[in-house]
């Protein structure tokens, strides 16, 4: 066998080593090819790196530098202090363009030195373990942002549901295990339609385990995930009480504290919405404006929390006439409103009678029983305005026509509107009429019971108009009111009737005049003073002079009303509560009123002989009155059967159509010429004191005496 030279021996080797070295050098970029797809954090991964270059390249030291730390990586086997340049070797370490760091290696220079295989070897494993690196760091960097994320959803209040394209749930976080009551492994997987009623961003409806429901708002965002594959994020928040709250705030805002009706804002925009409705179906829309009769004397004289509870029950019985679709509000004070959407006049009006038969049962109030009256003005659109503002407005003055008239409701028109055409042309022309003398005065008179005789004359005026006709008083006089010719025309009336006195006495006929004042009257500071110069104009002795005012103006302002009749009252003239028993009159003023006369309702007086409630109130007022030392007139009386029972419970006036309806001046004169109830034609009047057996009445006003005609032959006194 032949043995192979020497040379050829060391070839051999030589290209064994070579192989050996290349298997190594291939085994090492093995090596950190795995480090490069592995999931090791960065520390890990430039140890191993570090290790395994020292040992692939025979180094004794090797350092590996990061550019994101100040900290090197270094391994050291032996002592290379004193190694030379060519027993050391770097390489920067790249990774796409970005610099991740350097490796330094460093042999004893008791070891060969390096070679410049080892230094592309070197270069090779740099681009390798830069790679592993920059990995391992994004890896690390990935996994960070994955903890604070999770930490996140894990935390936040909003519950975090991840949908995949097909609706499927993807993931779902502990606050929307919270707030939808399911646990994520229930859900996931399932279709998120099953948890939101829409998956639009805004408010919805979330479902909750057991098919409770809840108000989400939902805010949707899109992410895209590998391979393009879209992942839809949303964000649910329960706004269950923020809802709940709001509905809370805007029912405030919307209703009546008192009564929790809607308020004045809330029938504004319902109104508003009827009436374009009504508009496009052409039907018509009708509004109804109450206001209670009298409701301040229910708060002066018992209270404002008797009254706040009669407001309370007011709004339970109006609201229980009504059909659903309609809309009871309270606008203010004593004032509702009754909205009927598809309404024409005749339904508006059957229900304004229905709202007025519910109050004819009394109040039961803390032991106390209170009636009350209203009154409703009727408006519709679009027969009386086509927007909400211009219909509330009209319906109040109805509103107030039919306050004045105390016909329980009436129906807008423009004639009674101060703000119409036609009403603004009225002023002007009741101001001419005023100024020339264009009035004229009915009397209607008032006979004694006892006597048989004609006592006084109550005048009222009326307007002949161009156009309209004969006026009555409640057709023009609120236009006074309201436009301040109340005092021109107050003090017209007052010096006709006066006037007409004093022509009486000059045909031999006594005869006291009564005439009506407002409250406005009592307002204007020189009301008495033009009393006065009057009675002095005509000669007219103040007895003869009856000023009569309604016990609701009365109480209006009592205190004001008490200083002006008690002027009046100290120069002699008589004072007369129209209307007494309508109102809340209270004992305590009663007593202290400079009055010398009541004059009971009609509304009393009319059923008086078949009403056993009409005949009490009549009889006790009566007793009162004549307690008080007052004359008692009754209004309204129609027949004989009235008048004989007026007089069996001792009355002592009575005026109606029984008697005589208010007649113009001659016609009135005719009357008394020829009527049974002749007129007494004495200069001087007779007086009569009234006493009760074993009873002393209370000394009477010399009005009062005269106001009664309670006489006697044997009474009379000059």
Known sequence: MTTPDAGLQQEIHSLAAEIVHAYEELHLLYELGQVLTSDLGVSEVTSLIVEKI??????????????????????????????????????????AGEIVGGISLARSPDDEPFSSADGKLLDAVGT?????????????????????????????AEGIITVDEANCIASFNPAAERIFGYAAADVIGGDVRTLLD???????????SG?????????????RLEHDQPLQIFSV??????????????????????????????????????????????????LLVMDLDR??????????????????????????????????????????AVLLPTAALDEAQQIADRLLQVLEQPFTLGGLQLEIDASIGIALSPDHGHDADTLLRRADVAMYVAKRGNVGHAVYTADQDQHSPMRLAMVSELRR???????????????????????????????????????????????????????PLARWVLDAALRQCSRWRHQGLDLAVAVNLSMRNLHDPEVVDTIRQLLTRWGIPPSRLVVEITES???????????????????????????????????????????????????????????????????????????????????????????????????????????????????FGDWLATTQWKPQSSACPTFFIQTVPGDAAPEESQASKILSGRVTRNDRVA
């Open 54 to 95: 020292l040992q692939a390249l025979t180094a004794g030291d090797a350092e590996l530098r990061l550019a994101s730390s100040s900290e090197p990586v270094r391994v050291s086997r032996a002592n290379v202090a004193t190694a030379g340049p060519d027993h050391r070797l770097s390489t920067t370490l790249r990774s």
């Open 237 to 286: 928040r329960d706004i269950t009480r923020r809802k709940e709250a709001e509905a809370a705030l805007e029912h405030q805002a919307l209703h009546d504290a008192l009564t929790d009706l809607p308020n004045r804002v809330l029938l504004h925009d319902r109104l508003q919405q009827a009436i374009r409705a009504a508009d496009r179906n052409t039907t018509s829309v009708a």
């Open 295 to 336: 409701f301040k004397e229910v708060n002066d004289t018992f209270g404002h929390h008797t009254g706040d509870q009669l407001l309370e029950q007011l709004g339970q019985r109006l609201g229980s006439v009504l059909r659903a679709s309609d809309t009871i509000a309270r606008l203010g004070g004593d004032e509702f």
């Open 128 to 156: 390798l373990a830069a790679n592993a690196i920059r990995n391992a760091q994004l890896l690390q960097e990935l996994r960070s942002n994955e903890a604070h994320l999770r930490a996140v959803l894990d935390n936040v």
């Open 553 to 667: 103006s009365l109480m209006a302002d009592a205190e004001r009303a008490m200083d002006v009749l008690g002027r009046l009252r100290a120069m002699g003239v008589g004072i007369s509560i129209d209307d007494f028993g309508t109102g809340y009159s209270s004992l305590a003023y009663l007593k202290r009123l400079p009055v010398d006369e009541l004059k009971i309702d009609k509304s009393f007086v009319a059923h008086i002989a078949s009403d056993d409630n009409d005949a009490a109130i009549v009889r006790s007022t009566i007793g009162l009155a004549h307690d008080l030392g007052l004359a008692v007139v009754a209004e309204g009386i129609e027949d004989e059967v009235t008048w004989d029972y007026l007089a069996g419970l001792g009355c002592d006036v009575a005026q109606g159509y029984f008697i005589s309806r208010p007649l113009p001046v001659a016609a």
């Open 211 to 223: 098919d409770r429901r809840f108000a989400a708002d939902v805010s949707v965002g899109t992410m």
């Open 198 to 208: 829409s998956l639009n961003p805004g408010e919805t409806i979330g479902r909750q």
């Open 433 to 487: 009429a005023i100024d020339q003398n264009e009035l004229s005065l009915y009397f209607q008179p008032k006979v004694s019971l006892a006597a048989g005789s004609v006592t006084c004359a109550e005048a009222l005026v009326r307007w002949q108009h161009p156009r309209h006709g004969l006026l009555g008083p409640d057709l023009f006089v609120p236009i006074a009111e309201q436009t301040g010719l109340i005092r």
